[in-house]
């Protein structure tokens, strides 16, 4: 269900982007480049497309604008969280950007119909920041369209006690995973899946929205394999951006 209601969201984002550039032929929309172009609005949207652009090169501050657990459970990389209670997240943004009302934010939420996002640009619009847009497809959006989430160790600590239905891949060298690993996790060596040696991955087929939570040897080697399940059709995967040592650590504390 929840699957169907992620792609009828993308499908709907692809449609209000047809209305808006003035009856251009669908075969010249890309999703990629859809908004959900809604009416009155106060701050701009930006696309997945554009939004990939702002976080590879690093010119703007993208806000995730969820409770802290959200955040922890999986959020979009290079994403900041405001851990402020709905009152004061104004003065945390004020605080976050050293008084720099020009400075360059985007905010996001949970998809096309949280009102998250939209509430708190709205305010900081309010209280003079002159260059606030949004991503207001959301995080479903995101991952709907391959892109990579990340987990906190708080979140991952607390699927690791409470989700017994959820997968851990260890994709560090196999000779790493011998040497020890998570409680119940998976050896899948990223490289030997990117080289094509290993095709078969112990990854559910009977629920695509499992919890999947990578790990490795640090942040670049999990994301390789994150990438790859991107293009799969499992929806709810997230890699640990941190080392194997302080992930271990966290969750023998816990």
């Known amino acids: 269900m929840m699957t169907r209601m992620i792609f009828v969201a993308a499908a709907i984002a692809a449609s209000t982007l047809a209305l808006s550039t003035g009856g251009a032929h669908a075969d010249s929309l890309d999703i990629h480049q859809a908004t959900l172009a809604e009416a009155n609005q106060k701050t701009q949207e930006v696309s997945t497309e554009q939004l990939r652009r702002i976080l590879a090169d690093g010119n703007a501050i993208v806000l995730d604008t969820r409770t802290r657990a959200e955040f922890d459970a999986g959020h979009i990389p290079g994403a900041r969280n405001l851990d402020a209670p709905a009152g004061a997240q104004v003065t945390a943004v004020e605080r976050m950007v050293n008084g720099d009302k020009s400075k360059a934010l985007v905010l996001y939420c949970n998809g096309p119909y949280c009102q998250a996002s939209r509430r708190l640009a709205d305010q900081l619009v309010t209280a003079g920041h002159t260059n606030v847009r949004r991503y207001q497809l959301g995080i479903p959006i995101w991952r709907a369209l391959g892109g990579p989430t990340e987990i906190e160790l708080d979140g991952i600590a607390r699927i690791f006690k409470a989700d017994r239905t959820a997968v851990f891949l260890d994709v560090r060298p196999s000779g790493d995973f011998a040497s020890g690993s998570l409680a119940g996790a998976h050896s899948v060596p990223a490289d030997d899946v990117a080289a094509g040696r290993l095709t078969k991955l112990p990854l559910p087929e009977d629920d695509f929205n499992r919890r999947i939570v990578l790990f490795g040897r640090d942040a670049a080697q999990a994301r390789k394999l994150a990438e790859v399940l991107s293009k799969r059709p499992w ?20």
């Open 235 to 254: 929806h709810n995967v997230a890699y640990f951006p941190g080392s194997f040592e302080t992930l271990a650590a966290a969750v023998k504390d816990r």
